[in-house]
């Protein structure tokens, strides 16, 4: 059986096409000032760059702070210790932030372990109890699940909150 050129080229549109209509997956967006995520009170998805600390203590008294901006950045402060360092930030999809932690270096000859932290815009509930409702345009704050790259050390989860500029 032989087929035309012209019915060949069809073919070939048709699959062309097919693939390029087919949905994709949402590119990541990595330091990317103007990226969004969907929260509830705004179809547009709210700025997830800026700054945030945590709710609550990491380990022992170590407390993080992190800003999400083209060069990202954190320090963990307590116990006598400041320890500072770079990190990058991809938004995944539409609600999801997942963050590398470099290795840090802190005062009294001490250092900070990479990590990774995955974290998600806060539900409209979970604003208004960390009455963070205001500028609808910037997300109020992140629930982020922290993992260390030290074996045996446990994952924590808390609430990052941004902080006021």
């Known amino acids: 059986m ?3 050129l012209p019915a060949l080229l069809s073919a070939a549109v048709l699959a062309a096409l097919a693939a390029f209509a087919a949905p994709q997956p949402a590119a990541a967006q990595t330091n990317n000032e103007t ?14 760059a800026g700054c945030y600390r945590a709710d609550r203590n990491l380990y022992g008294p170590y ?4 800003c999400l901006k083209r060069s990202g950045t954190y320090q963990a402060v ?3 210790l400041t320890c500072n360092s770079r990190l990058t930030w991809t938004v ?3 609600r999801r932030v997942e963050v590398d932690l470099r ?5 009294r000859n001490k250092a900070w372990a990479a990590a990774t932290m995955s974290c998600r815009a ?23 699940t922290y993992t260390p790259s030290v074996q045996g050390e446990p994952v924590r989860s808390f609430f990052a ?3 006021k500029t």
């Open 35 to 48: 990226a969004r995520v969907v929260v509830p009170d705004n179809p547009n998805g709210a700025l997830v």
């Open 122 to 144: 806060l539900t409209r509930e979970q604003e208004l109890l960390l009455s963070l409702l205001g500028d609808r345009e910037k997300l109020g704050g992140l629930r982020c």
């Open 161 to 163: 909150i941004r902080q």
């Open 92 to 94: 995944e999809g539409k």
């Open 78 to 80: 307590g116990g006598g």
């Open 63 to 66: 407390r993080l702070t992190f």
């Open 2 to 4: 032989r087929l035309r």
């Open 103 to 107: 290795r840090g270096t802190c005062n």
